[in-house]
């Protein structure tokens, strides 16, 4: 049975930084790609970064790109989310997630495991 579990969440001011980890169990992350997904109150879950198991490519979505980066350890079976220049917006319940078998996108449906969530919250 996999389980992926987050941590590392918590109050920050703007500005600041948080570092999320996710450790799976139950099936090693090696082939599959990862991902972190974000959801605020009253709004739908939205995509984060991603990294593919084959080469490691990563993407981000346009309003985090050059302040968060994802990153994985297949030894550790762990992903990483480091987040710098954190602001008010990126406040969240911060998710990760791991592909069905040959996916790799952007959007929730390609997803088949996710943890249940690390709250992130960035004061002005």
């Known amino acids: 049975q996999v389980q992926l579990v987050e941590s590392g969440g918590g109050l920050v001011q703007a500005g600041g930084s948080l570092r999320l980890s996710c450790a799976a169990s139950?099936?090693?992350?090696?082939?599959?790609?990862m991902a972190w997904f974000r959801q605020a109150p009253g709004k739908e879950r939205e995509f984060v970064a991603t990294?593919?198991?084959?080469?490691?490519?990563?993407r981000y979505s346009d309003s985090v790109k050059g302040r968060f980066t994802i990153s994985r350890n297949n030894a550790g079976n762990s992903v990483y989310l480091q987040m710098i220049s954190l602001k008010p917006e990126d406040t969240a319940v911060y998710y990760c997630?791991?592909?069905?078998?040959?996916?790799?996108?952007?959007?929730?449906?390609?997803?088949?495991?996710w943890g249940p969530g690390t709250q992130v919250t960035v004061s002005s």
């Open positions: 997630a791991m592909a069905r078998e040959y996916q790799s996108g952007n959007s929730v449906s390609e997803y088949e495991y």
């Open positions: 139950g099936r090693s992350i090696s082939t599959y790609t």
């Open positions: 990294i593919r198991w084959r080469g490691g490519a990563t």
